[in-house]
């Protein structure tokens, strides 16, 4: 789970990583009234999105008036945002981060992160931060300075003091990056973070220490011991209390095929096939072993309701606790929920295959049935071109 910029900084001041004064906003009479509050002669406005790459995409704006701040978020709340990171539709700006801007002399990078390899925390570090450092860390890795951090006694003072010869700070600024560094990782263990990203890290002209972007993404397998961080992701999507109600993964993609799977491999196969046939699916759905015919229905209406849906493809194979009636009972409950109809094309396989066939037609499913995985992917593309 992923949170924004804004977010992130409140939580990282807490453990003492400074960052700079700021308010959100959700209209441009609030943007305008936060850089008043805030005081000043400058800020930057700053498109809240769970995506980086704002800076050089214009969803990082810095003004010297007040007036201007009002604009410049007017401009950036009515549109959507086209990052390297947000995929070509771009992800609508619903509010913006107004900050007091500073004087930036020089910009660091400071990371940590798990590598999953040793199960330890990495500590990367780079001397040059800043906007395009994804570019550079993949031309040039060695800048990326990385430091594996012990699970019982965390940063030790020698790793604090190598990290910040090379990150060839000035002495007088090495304490800060130290406490930085220091708050970033108590952060990370007592929130169960997966990662946090702060670039720029930077020294003013003043020679003051400042978190001037921050990116925290944390274990979804741990939110349930962090129920202010589950509580930030139900604010920004309604239907994942729905979808965590009914437990199932779920997760929403560029295409029109909506995919309706048991079996998280399965679902990956299943969409693996679809683009070798030139189809593209619409999300990811995986429902578990267990699911009852309410949670198929909801899943099923899930997918259904998505606009952008053209075909659905089921692809269940019955074994263990799944059987195929009891999918189609709950599909045949979803069709009567929603009015909206798209081509279906069922594969039932294993447990009850034949009586769940029969159960949709009973129910007055219309689908086309499947015979194997390759025939379902053929026919699903097929039939999401025909769509309109
Ligand atoms: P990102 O592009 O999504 O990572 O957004 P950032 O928050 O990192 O902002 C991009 C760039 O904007 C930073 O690398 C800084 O160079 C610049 N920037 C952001 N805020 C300020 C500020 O207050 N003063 C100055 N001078 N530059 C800023
Ligand atoms: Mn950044």
């Given at each position: 789970m992923n949170i924004h910029e804004y977010q992130a900084k409140q939580l990282l001041s807490r453990y003492g990583v400074p960052v700079p004064r700021g308010g959100v906003a959700y209209t441009a009479e609030e943007a305008q009234s936060v850089a008043a509050d805030l005081g000043g002669h400058g800020w930057a406005v700053k498109a809240q999105i769970?995506?980086?790459?704002r800076g050089q995409a214009g969803g990082v704006k810095l003004v010297t008036t007040v007036p201007d701040v009002r604009e410049t978020a007017a401009r950036m709340l009515e549109a959507k945002l086209v990052t390297p990171?947000?995929?070509?539709d771009g992800e609508q700006v619903k509010r913006v981060y107004v900050e007091e801007a500073c004087d930036v002399a020089r910009e660091l990078f400071l990371a940590m992160t798990v590598?999953?390899?040793?199960a330890r925390v990495t500590l990367m570090s780079a001397s040059e931060g800043g906007g395009d450092i994804e570019v550079r860390a993949a031309r040039e890795p060695e800048k990326i300075h990385k430091l594996a951090l012990d699970?019982?006694?965390?940063?030790?003072s020698v790793q604090a003091r190598e990290t910040c010869e090379q990150l060839r700070v000035d002495p007088d600024q090495a304490q800060a990056v130290e406490d930085t560094m220091r708050g970033m990782y108590d952060a990370f263990i007592d929130l169960d973070a997966s990662l946090i990203e702060v670039n720029p890290l930077v020294v003013t002209r003043g020679g003051d220490l400042l978190a001037l972007d921050a990116k925290m993404s944390f274990d979804d397998n741990a939110l349930f011991r962090h129920k202010e961080i589950e509580d930030l992701r139900d604010a920004e999507d309604p239907d994942r209390l729905e979808r965590a109600r009914h437990g199932y993964n779920y997760i929403r993609l560029d295409g029109d095929i909506g995919c309706l799977v048991n079996g998280a491999a399965l679902a990956m196969a299943t969409m693996d096939i679809i683009k070798l046939h030139g189809g593209a699916p619409a999300n990811f759905l995986d429902v578990p072993p267990v699911a009852s015919r309410e949670q198929i229905s909801a899943a099923f209406r899930l997918v259904l309701a998505?606009?952008?849906?053209k075909a659905i493809v089921v692809n269940v194979v019955g074994g263990g606790i799944t059987r195929c009636d009891v999918v189609a009972e709950g599909i045949g409950a979803a069709v009567k929920a929603v009015s909206r109809r798209v081509p279906l094309v069922v594969r039932f396989e294993g447990t009850n295959r034949d009586i769940g066939k029969k159960t949709l037609r009973d129910l007055g499913v219309v689908f086309v049935a499947a015979d194997s995985l390759a025939d379902a992917a053929q026919k699903v593309v097929a039939a999401a071109r025909r769509t309109p």
């Open positions: 769970l995506a980086g790459g990171q947000t995929g070509r590598d999953r390899s040793t699970p019982v006694t965390g940063l030790s998505d606009s952008r849906t």
